[in-house]
């Protein structure tokens, strides 16, 4: 064991970790299957064809802050565009809060559409 920078380190296998980090379990990838079932029961809610507000309100919620999954972000995308052009102003706002972590090239038409009907009805 050698002190760098006052952080003891412990000598594994030809690396060096630093103590704090040696007894660490490794992290797990951001695609790993928990994460992606934990997704898809936000999706799920999202979804749903009878929605219940208060559990589309607490999922869109946890998407704006969860980190996006690579491989399902043009999905979530794809999903949040339905709330863009919700009628209720609460869904609206929670979607953009979404599509702030969630968001891609996708949502761009949407987000547009939304802009030119606030405006529209500001001035009618």
Not at 48 to 74: H, M, N, Q
Not at 108 to 114: G, Q
Request: charged share 30%.
């Amino acid at each position: 064991m050698r002190v760098d920078q006052g952080k003891p380190r412990v000598a594994t296998s030809g690396s060096e970790k630093p103590a704090d980090q040696a007894s660490k379990p490794a992290a797990t990838p951001k695609g790993d299957r928990p994460a992606n079932t934990h997704l898809d029961a936000l999706l799920d809610n999202l979804r749903a064809g009878d929605r219940d507000w208060s559990k589309c309100f607490s999922a869109l919620a946890e998407l704006s802050v969860t980190e996006p999954i690579k491989d399902r972000r043009e999905e979530v995308a794809g999903l949040l565009d339905a709330y863009l052009a919700e009628t209720n102003y609460s869904a609206r706002l929670s979607a953009i809060r979404a599509v702030r972590v969630w968001g891609t090239w996708r949502n761009v038409p949407a987000l547009i559409r939304m802009l030119d009907s606030t405006r529209a009805s500001r001035f009618a």
